[in-house]
């Protein structure tokens, strides 16, 4: 990591895959990512499948379906199953096998994890992302908006940080480049969305997590969160016309995360319709989420600013999905197996839009695997940064020539996960804890490093991941197992140890089957 590393952005790509125009872009574009926390592949009235679901029925996203008409959508975009690594991942262009912010973080120097009773969590990178060389249980890194400042961009922090533990240097995201923060810091969710009870701030209770910064004028009114970042990232998108700057606004809310208060502007139809309370609440969480998405895109139109504005919406990870008994919600990820914290898709696969005025044909779809690492050169690519310095190692790939000819496809790269951890969460602590995985092409291999077990799917034909065919071909689980070794030990990848002796367990390719 401490290698000064030199990127070229436009490195021997050819002219065949982009239009003429965006070498001759001159001015630079705005760019509005747009980032929901834990939502499900499915809580979405746009349909990111083959075919549309009774879950897609459910929801009420008319502002996602307007953004999907103007858009290219992928329907194989992932994430990390958990919010801080694909946080750290997307400001960094790092897998989390290498960055090693394997989990959400909370308190400086403090582990998340549930104790296990067999395997032992390494010592990941609990204080999360760090701008500063040396500091502790960090990863240093060049963060995204720091380029993009130093590139001439106005850069808007608006909702949901969890970049670094509380008390650390990256928790704070005006320390990593970014020029205005609305709301962001070391919390993962508000204690409350309602501004009249001052977002559950309680100075003495719930510690400094719950202190969404610059928000505090909202304090005892009748909004909502979601509402009042809209409006906030509306002022900064103001002040960068002033500035004549081009911005970047990191859109990135606090829904759909519990707690599932209830949006009074959005919830009475669910419950008309026979929800329940809970589901109903969820339910307006995304409508209201929906709601800013399309404050936006009027904002856009209204300032004459859409034609120049690129939009990428996406999630952090999987939905969240519990059993009905503990009383919330469960996200429907259907057809989708899993959700939150797992490695089975319904845990990372996001839902995923991309709208580039001339770059990007309206209503298209790209079946390309990508992964959230994935933003930080793609991002600079278009913002029309060529060269740049990092002090890490990019592992995520420019996803424009998909963007610009969303028929093209590379089914040779692979995507990794690596999950040596325990989140506990979800109805099976199996499927949430120590885990590894790989998707290349159609196929899709995950080891259960608790359990010695490997599990391989072919996401073409079993999307619901209910047929395990590794001894249908042990070639290519032998082989996949193979490349997701070799692509955590040059990550220089961490594994859970036994507690009995102290030994890693064994890597994928170490794992016998019959």
Not at 250 to 269: E, G, I, N, Q, T
Not at 459 to 473: A, G, R, V
Request: net charge positive.
């Amino acid at each position: 990591m401490k290698e000064i590393i030199k990127v070229s952005c436009f490195c021997f790509l050819t002219l065949c895959y982009f239009p003429v125009t965006l070498f001759a872009q001159k001015q630079k574009p705005n760019v509005i990512f747009f980032l929901v926390d834990d939502m499900g592949w499915q809580d979405t009235s746009v349909p990111f499948w083959d075919s549309t679901t009774n879950a897609n029925k459910k929801f009420h996203t008319p502002n996602m379906e307007r953004l999907a008409r103007q858009s290219v959508k992928f329907t194989n975009a992932y994430a990390n199953s958990i919010c801080t690594p694909s946080r750290v991942s997307l400001m960094s262009g790092i897998n989390s096998a290498a960055h090693r912010v394997t989990n959400w973080v909370s308190e400086k120097d403090i582990q998340v994890d549930p104790k296990d009773e067999l395997l032992q969590t390494p010592n990941w990178n609990v204080n999360g992302l760090s701008p500063f060389a040396g500091q502790s249980k960090s990863v240093y890194a060049t963060a995204l908006p720091q380029l993009l400042t130093d590139n001439g961009y106005y850069t808007i922090h608006c909702g949901k940080a969890h970049f670094g533990a509380t008390q650390t240097t990256g928790a704070n995201p005006l320390n990593l480049g970014f020029q205005k923060n609305i709301g962001g810091g070391a919390a993962g969710n508000p204690a409350s969305y309602f501004a009249k009870d001052s977002f559950g701030y309680r100075p003495n209770h719930y510690n400094v997590k719950a202190d969404l910064p610059n928000l505090k004028k909202y304090w005892g009114t009748s909004t909502f969160l979601t509402e009042d970042l809209t409006t906030e990232a509306m002022l900064a998108m103001d002040t960068a016309q002033i500035q004549k700057k081009p911005f970047f606004l990191y859109m990135s809310h606090y829904a759909v995360h519990l707690p599932f208060d209830a949006d009074s502007r959005f919830v009475k139809p669910y419950l008309d319709k026979g929800y329940s309370p809970s589901e109903a609440s969820y339910c307006a969480l995304i409508e209201g989420m929906d709601h800013s998405l399309g404050k936006l895109m009027d904002y856009l139109e209204q300032k004459d600013l859409a034609k120049n504005t690129i939009i990428i919406f996406m999630s952090d990870n999987g939905g969240f999905s519990h059993s009905p008994r503990v009383g919330k919600p469960n996200t429907q990820n259907y057809p989708l197996r899993g959700g939150k914290g797992s490695l089975y898709e319904g845990g990372i696969r996001e839902p995923m839009m991309v709208f580039w005025n001339g770059f990007s044909k309206p209503g298209t779809t790209s079946k390309q695997n990508v992964i959230i690492e994935d933003f930080y050169p793609t991002i600079l690519q278009m913002a029309g940064v060529k060269n740049y310095t990092t002090v890490q190692k990019l592992d995520g790939k420019s996803i424009v020539p998909f963007i610009t000819n969303p028929k093209r496809m590379d089914k040779k790269r692979p995507l990794i996960w690596n999950f040596p951890n325990n989140w506990g969460g979800g109805n099976s602590s199996r499927d949430n804890s120590f885990m590894v995985a790989i998707r290349q092409g159609d196929w899709k291999l995950i080891y259960f490093e608790k359990y010695g077990t490997l599990e391989l799917y072919n996401l073409n034909k079993d999307i619901k991941e209910e047929h395990n065919t590794s001894k249908q071909f042990p070639n290519k689980t032998k082989a996949l197992a193979r490349l997701l070794t070799r692509k955590l030990k040059n990550r220089q990848a961490q594994m859970p140890t036994f507690k009995a002796d102290g030994k890693q367990v064994p890597w994928p390719d170490e794992i016998r089957f019959r």
